[in-house]
């Protein structure tokens, strides 16, 4: 294929896109609603099918319609950003760990206070089942560690924005994937668990100042086990 054509078809592959959100802004699509065939929305923005697909894998990737075998292509509930842009820019801007750190630390205390306010009972089920699986997992470090990601995200959720919750996941996957490298090395399983339970309880009592609070000791100390952890393999 041609540059020329390279382009035309990245052209048409965003009219899709951009199709898709105005069906979205202007309400005729919703979550969990199926999107047009291919070949209605071939006919409805006037480019090839090839192109509406090129344009569904972009919608994917960005999380915004999942495709689901021989159902169709949806509306996620729950569109995500990814997290590999922001390790980019990070490692261009020579952005530190202490500053991405911060970062997290600012978004997830505030999230929680906001979750305090606004989380609904199923929410609290869901931040609570979390935990739940963290107690159950405390010999299996890996486990654990999928269940903690999940239970800062299920505490995102609960803020009841969706932009914070994207930004809480895009930035919680760049701290897994640190962690669960050290994370078999870790000593303090069922105090991280003692506290994740902590932050549920303020949630549920919708206490946006002890979410806050807490929240902000639980990432203080997980921060300082990290380092130690790291240490130790530095020694090594």
């Not at 978004?107 to 306010?117: D, H, I, M, Q, R």
């Not at 239970?151 to 895009?170: K, T, W």
């Not at 000791?217 to 300082?224: N, T």
């Not at 086990?225 to 020694?235: G, L, P, T």
């Amino acid at each position: 294929m041609t540059p020329a054509h390279e382009a035309r078809d990245v052209s048409a592959s965003e009219q899709i896109v951009h199709h898709v959100r105005r069906l979205v802004e202007q309400g005729e699509l919703g979550v969990g609603d199926k999107l047009p065939a291919e070949r209605t929305l071939a006919l409805q923005t006037g480019v090839s099918r090839s192109s509406v697909r090129v344009g569904l894998r972009a919608l994917s990737a960005m999380g915004v319609v999942q495709s689901r075998h021989g159902a169709g292509t949806f509306i996620t509930d729950a569109p995500a950003l990814e997290s590999e842009p922001l390790q980019f820019l990070a490692a261009l801007h020579g952005v530190s760990r202490d500053e991405m750190f911060e970062a997290r630390r600012l978004l997830e205390v505030g999230v929680a206070g906001l979750s305090a306010e606004r989380a609904t009972g199923d929410q609290l089920v869901a931040i609570a089942d979390e935990v739940t699986s963290m107690f159950a997992s405390i010999d299996d470090p890996q486990a654990f560690l999928v269940h903690d990601i999940r239970f800062h995200r299920a505490v995102a959720s609960a803020s009841g924005n969706p932009i914070l919750a994207a930004v809480v996941e895009m930035v919680s996957a760049i701290f897994y994937e640190t962690r669960r490298q050290n994370v078999h090395r870790a000593t303090d399983l069922r105090e991280a668990a003692e506290m994740h339970r902590s932050i549920y309880h303020a949630v549920r009592a919708h206490d946006a100042a002890a979410a806050r609070a807490t929240m902000n000791q639980h990432l203080m100390q997980s921060e300082r086990a990290q380092v130690m952890e790291e240490a130790v393999i530095d020694h090594d």
